[in-house]
Structures are given as C-alpha cells and as structure tokens.
Nanobody, 130 residues
Framework: QVQLVESGGGLVQPGGSLRLSCAAS????????MRWFRQAPGKERELVAV????????DYAESVKGRFTISRDNAKNTVYLQMNSLKPEDTAVYYC???????????????????????WGQGTQVTVSS
C-alpha cells in the first residue's frame, strides 16, 4: 500500500526555518511526481511545490518562490521541503502527495487535479508566529 508520512512541522518565529520530510513507502518516490500542499483554516488548499522527472525538475507557487526548496533523497525514499524566511501567512497544515502516473510534464504535474489518482499523507502543522 502506498503510504506517505509527513514530519518536521512545528512552531517557528517569522524569519525562521523548518524542514519538512515526507517518508514514502509502497513505491519509489523518485519514479513519480511528488507535491507539497498546504491548507490554512478557512482557506482553500494551495499547491506550494512539486518535483518530478528523473532529473528532479521543480516548480513553486509564487508565494513561496525563493524561500522554499523541494528536494528528494532517493536512498531514503524521502521528499523534503526546506522552508526559509517563514512568514505568518505560511501557517498551515502541510501535506505531501504523490501522483500515481509517470511521464507527466512539469506543467501537467502542477495542474493535476484527479484526486482519485493522488495519494496524500496525514499532514504536519506549521505555525509561524511571534
């Protein structure tokens, strides 16, 4: 069974950093497109970062570009989200997800919306506050 387990969330002051981890099992994460989402209370889910392809191509939401970095460790079958220069508006539950299709372009991965073909983790809370 496909399983994704997020960790690394917590409370951090504005300007601080956190590194989220997404441990994958049941598949090899580098063979599939992985995505990080976030959702704050009362707000819509937001796609924040994606990584796909053998070379690990990435893209980011404009709101996090230059501050967040998505990466993967193939040996550990884990995907990371390094979050720097955190702002209060980054506060949300962060979710890791995998699209169960291969050979998708980066644009297609960013636009993918077929929930029945995407597996999600349980989420990890990130709170940015003074």
């Amino acid at each position: 069974q496909v399983q994704l387990v997020e960790s690394g969330g917590g409370l951090v002051q504005p300007g601080g950093s956190l590194r989220l981890s997404c441990a994958a099992s049941g598949f090899t994460s580098n063979n599939y497109a992985m995505r990080w989402f976030r959702q704050a209370p009362g707000k819509e889910r937001e796609l924040v970062a994606v990584i796909t392809g053998p070379a690990g191509y990435t893209d980011y939401a404009e709101s996090v570009k230059g501050r967040f970095t998505i990466s993967r460790d193939n040996a550990k079958n884990t995907v990371y989200l390094q979050m720097n220069s955190l702002k209060p508006e980054d506060t949300a539950v962060y979710y890791c997800a995998v699209i169960t299709y291969q050979y998708l372009s980066l644009v297609r991965v960013c636009e993918f919306s077929e929930d029945e073909y995407e597996y999600w983790g349980q989420g990890t809370q990130v709170t940015v506050s003074s």
